[in-house]
């Protein structure tokens, strides 16, 4: 059974850091497309970043590219989503999510992902 558990969120102020860590059991990071997207109280889940398993290519959404990361430790099975320059409007839930395949026209869309975690709350106070 696959499991992806997110830590690392919490309360930051403007400006500030975070970093994500989604650990995946049940599944080989190294074999999966693995990403994140977030959701925000009365806002449709919007896609974040994802990085694809084949060539470790990455794919980051307009409204955080240059400011958030997304990495992977095949090794540790784990993935990663560094966040600097934090805003208020970066407040939500934060998915982590699996693919097994890749979707090239919809990878920004939560259907081809198989696989959610529970999510880990991200807070950014002006």
């Known amino acids: 059974q696959v499991h992806l558990v997110e830590s690392g969120g919490g309360l930051v102020q403007a400006g500030g850091s975070l970093r994500l860590s989604c650990a995946a059991s049940g599944l080989s990071t190294s074999n999966y497309n693995m990403g994140w997207f977030r959701q925000a109280p009365g806002k449709e889940r919007e896609f974040v970043a994802c990085?694809?398993?084949?060539?470790?290519?990455?794919y980051h959404s307009d409204s955080v590219e240059g400011r958030f990361t997304i990495s992977g430790d095949n090794s540790k099975n784990t993935v990663y989503l560094r966040m600097d320059s934090l805003l208020p409007e970066d407040t939500a839930v934060y998915y982590c999510?699996?693919?097994?395949?890749?979707?090239?026209?919809?990878?920004?869309?939560?259907?081809?992902?198989?696989?959610w975690g529970q999510g880990t709350q991200v807070t950014v106070s002006s």
């Open positions: 990085i694809r398993w084949n060539g470790g290519r990455t």
């Open positions: 999510v699996g693919a097994s395949g890749w979707d090239s026209a919809n990878y920004y869309l939560p259907g081809p992902y198989e696989y």
